[in-house]
């Protein structure tokens, strides 16, 4: 009966297999690209084709890549005109149109950016966002991309009271909650508020609501500073060093896609120049 039984399952999976090999494809070949270049198209020299439950069949049969930020400059800030611009950003547009697809932004609260990718409200984290463990165990990451550290930004005319670590036990920071300066400020057992974006940790600390914030070390040499909005605070104490990566969810091909992409952009210098652009070359990988 057990050798019958096999016999049937057998031949149940071979006409299976035969089905699937002769029906049309349902979603754009991931080898296609423009002009034959784009960076999915291989793997290892092999040619690789999105499969019909894969993350860039789903992209692709949709027709847009929804990408999840905050605002955050230099990665991603919005123009005069609303659109969004920045490192990030010019790089996930670049990525989308190399997938022939459209580019969606979405503002998410940074805590939820698991929830938000694996309930497919959007496709990717792509906003400065820290490879570390807690991220790399929930999504499927890209290579690092560019180096940052975590900073502790506090009103300029006090700047010299908070030259290290140790100084800094009395403050009351603001964090972004779910951040890699929340991870720091906790780690370290210092007080703190959890707000909804770096950029409200310095409008804490501006109003006097907050002695100190912790950022990404990017953020504040854009937003802190002479000729910024924020002329009255500096930086001081770096706590850590970091890598910014983007997340996709957890076993999605388009993470290797992107490392490709990636590869591609750094080779042909186009990576460099956009970097150039929001001043962030310094901190670019070499990929």
């Known amino acids: 009966m057990k050798k019958l039984l096999a016999m049937v399952l057998t031949t149940a999976m071979v006409m299976a297999l035969a089905a699937c090999g002769n029906a049309a494809p349902t979603g754009t070949d991931a080898s296609t690209g423009e002009s034959g270049s784009s960076p999915a198209s291989t793997t290892a020299g092999n040619e690789t084709t999105a499969s019909e439950d894969s993350d860039m069949a789903y992209v692709k049969g949709k027709g847009t890549l929804v990408v999840g930020i905050t605002e955050f400059e230099p990665m991603d800030y919005q123009d005069a005109s ?8 010019d790089m996930a ?3 989308a149109e190399s997938l022939g697809v459209d580019v969606e932004f979405i503002v998410i609260d940074w805590d939820n950016k698991v929830l938000e990718l694996n309930g497919k409200t959007i496709d990717c984290v792509w ?5 570390n463990a807690e991220v790399m165990s929930a999504m499927e990451c890209s290579n690092a991309y560019c180096n940052n550290a975590q900073v502790v930004v506090v009103p300029a005319d006090v700047a010299d009271q908070y030259q290290d670590v140790d100084s800094l036990s009395g403050l009351n920071f603001a964090v972004e909650a779910g951040s890699a300066g929340e ?14 974006a770096q950029a409200d940790t310095l409008m804490e600390v501006k109003a006097g609501t907050s002695d100190a914030a912790v950022i ?3 953020m ?3 937003m802190v500073g002479e000729g910024t909005g924020y002329a009255d605070l500096t930086y001081t104490v770096g706590l850590n060093s970091e890598e910014y990566g983007v997340g996709f969810r957890k076993g999605s091909d388009l993470a290797a896609a992107l490392n490709d992409f990636f590869a591609a952009s750094y080779a042909d210098g186009s990576m460099q120049k956009c970097a150039e652009t929001y001043g962030v070359q310094a901190a670019l990988i070499e990929q």
């Open 82 to 89: 609303g659109e969004w611009i920045g490192f990030d950003a």
């Open 93 to 95: 547009k670049a990525f």
């Open 127 to 131: 906003n400065g966002m820290t490879l």
């Open 183 to 196: 991870d720091e400020v906790s780690a370290l057992g210092l007080n703190y508020t959890a707000v909804n």
């Open 216 to 218: 990404d070390s990017l």
């Open 220 to 222: 504040a040499a854009a």
